[in-house]
């Protein structure tokens, strides 16, 4: 007998996400991802200074604000014509890796692993479900410490970003035409030593406890795979131009290895799921029309697709794509790419540290350009983010829009009535308690949902 399970919220992620599944059989034969907000931040921005973008743009999320300060000056950038210095590059990169570094520790320990661990009988680590725990008592308590240790850990990192980026959240050092932070020799030494802490408890810690968790459950290296589809547009740039990154752009599908290139005109953004007007639109065209009481819709996330398909993003499609990691698609490989990514940015940063000069420019005046058009692609910790300007006659915003990683993750049906990544992946996880569905759950954290960002 088909019985459908609600969580609403899922909980232990970033914002509000509802996510209902159908199962039969004790397995989960479909699903569907809600956001249950809107927040209208692109209509905000219309009419605005598009300089501003940098900072009103941030203020769609807490947790990863700086993908959205360097997508909105990308994107002004390319509108404008304008490239920064390598100062502004490699700063820019240190900002920005301090906050990938701190995501995916606070994503690991504070939000998925409590679905594994069986940990003190207090908040955060109540309510719980109380099926399939299977760490011993010794292995609990050293995952439980650790996640007191990995809170010190993200302090670190943002203790990191503050020195070159002034604040977190919502760093003010991002700036059209590069960086406004002029670093001392003491910051970046100090840098630096912060950092050397936080790759040994990568190296030391993180590491082995997501490989402490795969061992022990090793079925979840089989669970939530989806379509398979994999798409990045790249980040942390090791050139003027942007050509060459840490981390670069592509895609794979499921029927290959080869990474194929990406045209920003294959995106299609469709609403006819989505408490929307009903459009299918690329970015550089689209609109955001909210219709709260259309029929069908039962999100307020819109459909991304390329070329008609679904593809999912983040730290695991990085890694496949650069060729880092290419284990599998899965729960517990989206664990293991988001660790072993972290430890890659970290090491790199030490390079970029290196190659920050106190006594060059790290800003290049520029004028906005009117009547214009650019395009910010970048990676937030969660996957792939871009954001499509237009500027009008007077240079003010005519048209903004804002794709982020957990629409290309979470979206619900398209105009073909094709499933969102995560809605696909859901279909066949097993479900041992339907009053528990634990299993649920944990498909659902491996993507690292950022609701705040979906619904913006």
């Known amino acids: ?77 390319a509108a404008s014509g304008v490239s920064v210095t390598d100062n502004a590059r490699n700063i820019r990169n240190l900002i920005l890796g301090s906050n990938f570094i701190q ?10 692993a409590l679905s594994y661990v069986k940990g003190p ?44 980026g002034g604040k977190m959240p919502h760093t003010v050092a991002y700036e059209f035409g590069g960086v406004t932070t002029t670093p001392t020799a003491a910051d970046l030494t100090a840098f630096g030593s912060l950092l050397d802490g936080l790759i040994a408890f990568i190296d030391s810690t993180y590491i082995p406890d997501v490989q402490l968790l795969g061992a022990t459950y090793p079925d979840y290296y089989s669970i939530g795979k989806g379509y398979g589809n994999l798409l990045a547009y790249g980040v942390f740039d090791l050139n003027a131009a942007g050509t060459t990154k840490l981390l670069k752009r592509g895609r794979i599908t499921a029927s290959g290895t080869v ?31 909210p219709n709260v009481s259309k029929s069908g819709g039962y999100s307020w996330l819109k459909a991304p697709r390329y070329q008609g398909d679904a593809y999912e993003c983040g730290p695991l499609a990085r890694m496949w794509v650069n060729g880092d990691y290419r284990r599998g698609i899965s729960v517990m490989d989206r664990h293991v790419a988001r660790a072993l990514e972290a430890q ?27 009547s214009s058009t650019g395009i910010g692609w970048t990676e937030a910790p969660r996957g792939a983010i871009g954001h499509w300007l237009r500027t009008d006659s007077s240079g003010k915003v005519a048209s903004y829009q804002i ?54």
């Open 1 to 77: 007998m088909a019985t459908t399970i609600t969580l609403d919220p899922a909980t232990r992620l970033e914002g509000h996400l509802k996510v209902e599944v159908d199962q039969s059989g004790g397995v989960v034969t479909a699903a569907r991802s809600s956001g249950m907000m809107f927040r209208g931040f692109e209509n905000i921005l219309i009419g605005k200074d598009p300089r501003d973008a940098s900072h009103i743009t941030q203020r769609v999320c807490g947790v990863c604000p700086i993908a959205h300060a360097m997508s909105a000056c990308l994107a002004l950038e």
């Open 103 to 112: 995501s995916h520790i606070l994503h690991f320990y504070h939000l998925a």
């Open 121 to 164: 009988a207090m908040p955060p680590w109540t309510p719980t479900y109380e099926v399939d725990l299977r760490f011993t008592p010794a292995q609990n308590q050293l995952l439980v410490d650790h996640y007191l240790a990995a809170l010190a850990q993200r302090r670190t990192a943002h203790e990191m970003l503050s020195i070159l």
């Open 259 to 289: 990474v194929q290139a990406i045209d920003s005109t294959s995106i299609v953004e469709h609403t006819k799921y989505s408490w929307y007007n009903d459009v299918a639109a690329n970015p550089a065209t689209g609109t955001t029309s």
């Open 344 to 370: 890659k940015v970290a090491n790199a940063m030490k390079g970029w540290l290196a190659a920050v000069n106190p006594s060059a420019s790290g800003f290049t005046s520029a004028s906005v350009r009117t």
């Open 403 to 456: 794709l982020t990683p957990t629409c290309w993750n979470c979206s619900p049906r398209d105009s073909a009535g094709l499933a969102g990544p995560l809605e696909k992946a859901l279909e066949d996880t097993p479900v041992q308690d339907a009053t528990q569905p634990v299993e649920v759950l944990r498909v659902i954290q491996s993507y690292d949902p950022c609701l705040s960002c979906a619904v913006h």
